[in-house]
């Protein structure tokens, strides 16, 4: 079975970049059929669809958060990883990586996700 975990930092500073690393096991990230996402949680808000990667490479990314975001993966170590510039206190939350079989930008439809990592963007 597929299993997804996070990694990255844990507080930001605003106007930083933030990068979360999400490696899996279990599975390959160039798997048939598979995509592979980023979603994230912010306190006291529904879950947020931020954006995926195919297994081609290929990215999707939310409109409102495609100016600073970027999905990038390294298929030798199993990883995939976002990028997210110019941080600022509303980014705070927890980010969670995830697995769909389908190309949704709806945060629900989206099976396997790891834990989570919580993200605080503060000075």
């Known amino acids: 079975q597929v299993q997804l975990q996070e990694s990255g930092p844990g507080l930001v500073k605003p106007s930083q970049t933030l990068s979360l690393t999400c490696t899996v096991s279990?599975?390959?990230?160039?798997?048939?059929?598979?995509?592979w996402s980023w979603i994230r949680q912010p306190p006291g808000k529904g879950l947020e669809w931020i954006g995926y990667?195919?297994?081609?490479?290929?990215?999707l990314i939310h409109p409102s958060l495609k100016s600073r975001t970027s999905i990038s993966r390294d298929t030798s170590k199993n990883q995939f990883t976002l990028h997210l510039t110019s941080v600022t206190p509303e980014d705070t939350g927890v980010y969670y990586c995830?697995?769909?079989?389908?190309?949704?930008?709806?945060?629900?439809?989206?099976?396997?996700r790891g834990q989570g990592t919580q993200v605080t963007v503060s000075s």
């Open positions: 995830a697995r769909g079989n389908k190309p949704t930008n709806r945060a629900d439809e989206y099976a396997y």
């Open positions: 279990g599975g390959s990230i160039t798997d048939f059929g598979y995509y």
């Open positions: 990667i195919t297994r081609l490479g290929a990215s």
